[in-house]
Every structure is written in C-alpha cells, then in structure tokens.
C-alpha cells in the first residue's frame, strides 16, 4: 500500500476538491469520512475509490481495496488537509456519487424541502425520515446540497438508505404527485392545527419550509393542507428539522 506524504498529490488534491459542490460534479464523487460512516456507505452498496487512511485504519484501508478502492495511507496532516472537520476521523474515502430518484419512481411517504438551506438542518430531516419510517426525500431548489460532507454527516448513514430526488421547481413537482394521488401537506404558519388536519391516506408528501420565509407562495397554492404546530408557550417557532420530527412521527403514528 503506497504512503502518500505530499498534499500536492494528485489523489490527496482530488479528495481535497470533494468538499466543494463544484468539484463533486466535476470529478462524479463525494466524500465519506470515518470508519462508521465508510462501512455504511459500502454496506449500502455504494462505489468506493480512492481512500486515505493513518496508520491505524491500515486493516480498514485493506477491506477497501477488496471491495475495489485504491487504498494509501497518510500522515494525519493530509487527513487534515482533505477532511471537511477540524479534527479528522484518521480515515476518508471518496465514493461515485448516488443518482437521485426519478420523480415518477416516488415512495409513498416523502418528506419534501422547500428552500431549507442550513447542512445540519437538512441531514437531521433525512436521519429522521428514514427513522420514522419515511421512504423518500424530495429537495427543492436552493435546498443545501445533499451530497455535502455537512449535510451527510449530519444524516449519520440515512443519506445513503433513504433516496433523494430533486426538483427545480417544487410547486410542479407536487402538482405532479397530487395527480398521481398523494396528498400534500405543508407546514405553515398560517395553517390550521396540525392535530386536526384529516387523515392524508396512504401516500402523502409533508413539506418544510426554508428556516427564514417558510414555504413559497406558488408551493403554499400547491398543498391540500396547511397546517401549523401549536404554540403554547411564547415561542413563535420552531427549528425546522424540531417541527419536521414531530409531524412525520405522528403522521407515521396515525399512518
């Protein structure tokens, strides 16, 4: 296993460029860091490549070269230089970038992002999407991208269960799905009670909205429902990924 010591290394300088949006594209990868998160990209039948690995993750960096990456072990310096954290996880691995799914093969159950632009934000959503029992993420443009080392990270492994699909226009989209027959929840500030909207039926899409200006107009026209959670102490609102917890656990309860 060669031991790569320069950062001007050609693979060290391309792992580098996967933490940008633009290199991602470019180069058709994304970038996985640490042991738990690698084992689950791989568990979920993703491509490895290319892997940069300390001394220690050498029995790691061998199981990645049995499933096909170039394997190299580094100093942790270059770990550094090519992680998106301050403090690397002492492995990292570039994968082939998933395909998103298809609008006409959507899941039933889909949470759909309307503008939320904050990594945390939408990683936390998909995390627990997938842990509520949700099949399926839609994102809408200006959403963070879902490939980000931030927002996959935050996801902890769901990224690679649960699929995305993408859209540049979310009000069409949702038109799309309602003619097909699901139902369209959106969350509001103006909707009524969330615990008194009728029950959506077997397919349905709940929307959330960007943490500043909510849902867009032409997404609000779109929806069957608007509906809001209740307040009852002084805070107006809530955090995003907070609001879009509670109401796909209790849209999957009702469900």
């Given at each position: 296993?060669?031991h790569?010591t320069?950062a001007?290394?050609?693979?060290?300088?391309?792992?580098?460029?996967l933490?940008?949006?633009?290199g991602r594209?470019?180069?058709g990868?994304?970038l996985?860091?640490g042991?738990v998160?690698i084992?689950e990209?791989?568990?979920?039948?993703?491509?490895v490549?290319?892997?940069?690995?300390?001394?220690?993750?050498?029995?790691?960096a061998?199981?990645?070269?049995?499933?096909g990456?170039?394997?190299?072990?580094?100093?942790r310096?270059l770990?550094?230089?090519?992680?998106?954290?301050?403090?690397p996880?002492?492995?990292c691995a570039?994968?082939d970038?998933p395909?998103?799914?298809p609008?006409?093969?959507?899941p039933?159950r889909?949470?759909?992002?309307?503008g939320?632009?904050d990594?945390?934000?939408?990683?936390t959503i998909?995390?627990t999407a997938?842990?509520?029992g949700?099949?399926?993420?839609?994102?809408?443009?200006g959403?963070a991208d879902?490939?980000?080392p931030k927002?996959q990270?935050?996801?902890?492994g769901?990224?690679f269960?649960?699929?995305?699909m993408q859209?540049?226009?979310?009000?069409?989209?949702l038109?799309?799905?309602?003619?097909?027959?699901?139902?369209?929840?959106?969350?509001d500030?103006?909707?009524?009670?969330?615990y008194?909207?009728?029950?959506?039926?077997?397919k349905?899409?709940?929307?959330i909205?960007?943490?500043?200006?909510?849902?867009?107009?032409a997404?609000r026209?779109?929806?069957?429902?608007?509906v809001?959670?209740p307040?009852?102490?002084?805070?107006e609102?809530l955090?995003?990924?907070?609001?879009?917890?509670i109401m796909?656990?209790e849209?999957?309860?009702?469900?």
């Open positions: 296993m060669e790569i320069s001007k290394n050609p693979v060290v300088k391309a792992m580098r460029g933490r940008d949006h633009k594209e470019t180069a990868r994304f996985v860091e042991e998160m084992r990209a791989l568990k979920c039948g993703l491509t490549r290319d892997a940069l690995a300390e001394e220690d993750f050498i029995a790691l061998v199981e990645l070269e049995g499933a990456a170039r394997a190299y072990t580094a100093p310096s770990l550094e230089a090519v992680s998106d954290t301050r403090t996880q002492g492995i570039s994968f970038l395909a998103p799914l609008l006409r093969d959507a039933a889909i949470v759909a992002l309307d939320v632009q990594p945390g934000n939408v990683g998909w995390r997938d842990a509520a949700f099949q399926g993420l839609l994102l809408g443009a959403c879902p490939l980000s927002v990270r935050s996801a902890m769901s990224g269960r649960l699929p995305f859209t540049g226009d979310m009000p069409e989209a038109a799309q799905l309602r003619k097909r027959g699901w139902a369209v929840i959106a969350s500030l103006r909707g009524g009670d969330f008194s909207h009728p029950d959506p039926g077997a349905f899409v709940l929307v909205g960007s943490e500043a200006r909510g849902i867009s107009d997404t026209q779109a929806a069957d429902m608007l809001k959670l307040m009852r102490g002084g805070a609102s955090n995003a990924a907070v609001a879009a917890g796909m656990y849209l999957m309860r009702k469900h």
